[in-house]
């Protein structure tokens, strides 16, 4: 799927802003920013917490000028069900909260004229959609009625609403489709292996790749090829270059298409213990994230989207997890440009009860209902990703019940999947299950855990955390041999609580907590990286272990920092991207 751009072909209108918003079976509607989570932007708190289908609605008028285009509608994401009308015709319908959807709506347009564009969310979970859940009905004598309850099993707020831009673009009748890339190194040269698929007939293609003056530096004349860059400039972190892509297409020597891509030339490699990219190995500083923030909930907020970027350049990070969920198009744009590493990771949260005698891997749960639309999300996330340098690694699910017998089989398609759609690319699954119980580890290539000791477990005892941490790692790596990212630790903290010697949850403890997790990880030559947990507080439901959210974030949710920031800044300066115990 290409981003929608405007060139000399094609134009693009974003109806951003303010759209007329309802609660299915209420007769007005309110005013409703797009993109935004709906839940905090009002004073009701039964919107907040609603549960249910709710309707966008945008009246936009069509230039004339675009009769002679196909014009496509683009919906960047709707949480979690969402079906399209335009001008009372349903056009689309999707499933799945964290991806974009389109279709070609040309035949239903008034050109010149207004037309009507209708969107209803659906926030309700259930066991065949990721992440999943349960809507369940309480009835005893304690509640209402009918009193329905949300059940969800993973730690951040269900925020719902249309988070993500809304497009209007046009093609040409006859467009580029789609493009797809994969790079190599030869010695100092760069390879770009690329494939343009095409809607329609043409008489001849132009592919160009311009360096970042604007200098040719290669070309050819075929929809599927070889480019070769003498002397490349190579895409990493701290250097990432990127070269413009530009395929146009002519039908008797008149131009009918043209799409330019930004690209980075580099390449991903496990050799051992260690994590090679462009033949270098690789050190994982950084966190795991959410798109997050006030009033906005889970909308696009460029605003924090640049904060964030350089706040992680700041601190010295190299890269960040998108837990739980793949993240925006525009916040892989910018991981390119800044150079940030990406694990891009499917939104499949909240597979697990944490509890052996309540499986979730069985009929009715976790079951091949759930594997297909997994597998179907999997298929969206590369179809939308695939062509970026800052996507380094793919992870399947966070914290599934992987324990379980049934959950082996499920991954295994998963990842043979996932696999077989993009070969470049390593796999992980982010595990807290045992070293000794999971069924799926083995079939990844890099093994990545989430601990808390002294925090969940043993709880305030600092000093336990090296001898534990220390043990179950080497017995990760002795069992497994693959290379290991610590991919979340952290301890929540409110901002201005101090305590010496250090409590929980006082800004001292989580300084001193992660100094001791990163000192065992420093004498363990086969862990590649640590991501703390998490770069900001976020918002979760409200449950007695929450205290207006989790409160994990080095950052607090208005993108301060705590004092903890100051030390991993300190620490992470020190140490190069790319460095080998």
Known sequence: ??????????????????????????????????????????????????????????????????????????????THFSEVYVNNVKVMEHKGGFLPFEGEISSLLKYGGENEILISVDNTLSWDILPPGELKIINDEMHPKECKVLEYYFDFFNYSGIHRPVLLYTTPMTYIKDIKLETDIKGKDGLVKYKVSLEGE????????????????????????????????????????????????FLDKKLIDCYRLDIGIRTIRIDGKRFLINNKPFYF????????????????????????????????????????YPYSDEVLFLADKYGIAVIEEA?????????????????????????????????????????????????????????????EEYFRKVIEEIKKLDPTRPVTIVESTSYKDTKVSKYVD?????????????????????????????????????????????????????????????????????????????RLDFVIGEHIWNFADFMTKQEVRRVLGNRKGIFTRQRQPKMAAHFVKERWKKIPDFWEK
């Open 347 to 407: 939104p499949a949260v909240g597979m697990n009860l944490w509890n052996p005698e309540n499986k979730v891997f069985r009929k009715g749960r976790i079951d091949e209902r759930t594997l297909e639309h997994h597998l179907q999300v999997i298929k969206e996330m590369i179809d939308r990703d695939k062509n970026h340098p800052s996507v380094v690694m793919w992870s399947v699910a966070n914290e599934a019940a992987t324990f379980e017998e049934e959950s």
């Open 1 to 78: 799927m290409l981003y929608p751009i405007e060139t000399e072909t094609r134009e693009v209108k974003d109806l951003s802003g303010i759209w007329d918003f309802k609660r299915d079976g209420e007769d007005s509607f309110i005013l409703m920013p797009v993109p935004a989570s709906y839940n905090d932007v009002t004073q009701d708190i039964t919107l907040r917490d609603y549960v249910g289908k709710v309707w966008y609605r945008k009246r936009t008028f069509i230039p004339i000028s675009w009769r002679e285009n196909r014009v496509f509608l683009r919906i960047g994401s709707a």
């Open 285 to 324: 500083k950084g966190f795991g994230k959410h798109e997050d923030s006030d009033i906005r909930g889970k909308g696009l907020d460029h605003v924090i989207n640049i904060k964030d970027f350089n706040l992680l350049k700041w601190i010295g990070a190299n890269s960040f997890r998108t837990s739980h």
């Open 202 to 249: 043409i008489d001849n293609i132009i592919i160009n790749l311009r360096d970042v003056n604007g200098n040719l530096v290669a070309s050819s004349n075929s929809f599927n090829g070889m480019l070769e860059v003498r002397n490349a400039n190579l895409w990493e972190p701290g250097n990432p270059y990127l070269y413009t892509l530009e395929v146009k297409i």
């Open 446 to 522: 890099i093994i990545c855990v989430n601990r808390y000791y002294s925090w969940y477990t043993d709880s305030g005892n600092l000093d336990i955390i090296e001898y534990q941490l220390e043990k179950e790692l080497k017995n990760w790596y002795d069992k497994f041999g693959k290379p290991i990212i610590l991919s979340e630790f952290g301890a929540d903290t409110i901002t201005g609580f101090h305590s010496d010697p250090p409590l929980m949850f006082t800004e001292e403890y989580q300084w001193e907590m992660l100094r001791r997790f990163m000192e065992t990880l420093d």
